[in-house]
């Protein structure tokens, strides 16, 4: 007998140590003493993370594009955003629409890890293509 309220009670102990906060949209996670982060709410117009990986390696080319020209001081962020504001009307996506998946893809490490990896393979094939 106990035995049984051994195992029962290192059963009941097993479960509640294993427990896991589940995180939310509007929850704070501290990093650090200094530093606090909320979690993104999903958008309502989510982009699939396939696209925001082709929107996120366009940018990236338009960026080196935009710093590469000869351009005077200062002229190449605003080329740049010519070049974003471009690339995000091809696909009928306003810049507020945009930030809102990348905050939201950006803001957790396991979908960030996803949407960096998938997006220096692509540029990397690109670039063993040179189709850049």
Same mark, same amino acid.
């Given at each position: 007998?106990? #035995?049984?309220?051994? /195992?029962?009670?290192?059963?009941? @102990? &097993?479960?509640?140590?294993?427990? %896991?906060?589940? =995180?939310? !949209?509007?929850?704070?996670?501290?990093?650090?003493?200094?530093?606090?982060?909320?979690?993104?709410?999903?958008?309502?117009?989510?982009?699939?993370?396939?696209?925001?990986?082709?929107?996120?390696?366009?940018?990236?080319?338009?960026?080196?594009?935009? #710093?590469?020209?000869? /351009?005077?001081?200062?002229?190449? @962020? &605003?080329?740049?955003?010519?070049? %974003?504001?471009? =690339?995000? !009307?091809?696909?009928?996506?306003?810049?507020?629409?945009?930030?809102?998946?990348?905050?939201?893809?950006?803001?957790?490490?396991?979908?960030?890890?996803?949407?960096?990896?998938?997006?220096?393979?692509?540029?990397?094939?690109?670039?063993?293509?040179?189709?850049?």
């Amino acid at each position: 007998m106990k #035995t049984i309220k051994y /195992l029962l009670f290192l059963g009941l @102990l &097993g479960l509640f140590a294993c427990e %896991e906060k589940i =995180i939310q !949209a509007g929850d704070k996670i501290k990093i650090n003493d200094s530093t606090e982060v909320i979690i993104p709410p999903v958008p309502e117009k989510l982009i699939p993370k396939e696209l925001m990986v082709s929107l996120l390696v366009q940018m990236q080319i338009a960026e080196v594009i935009a #710093t590469n020209e000869a /351009l005077p001081q200062g002229k190449g @962020l &605003g080329r740049y955003k010519k070049y %974003e504001g471009y =690339i995000l !009307a091809q696909y009928k996506l306003d810049t507020t629409v945009f930030r809102q998946n990348y905050e939201y893809y950006l803001g957790d490490v396991r979908r960030a890890e996803w949407i960096y990896s998938a997006m220096m393979d692509s540029l990397l094939i690109r670039k063993s293509k040179k189709n850049l």
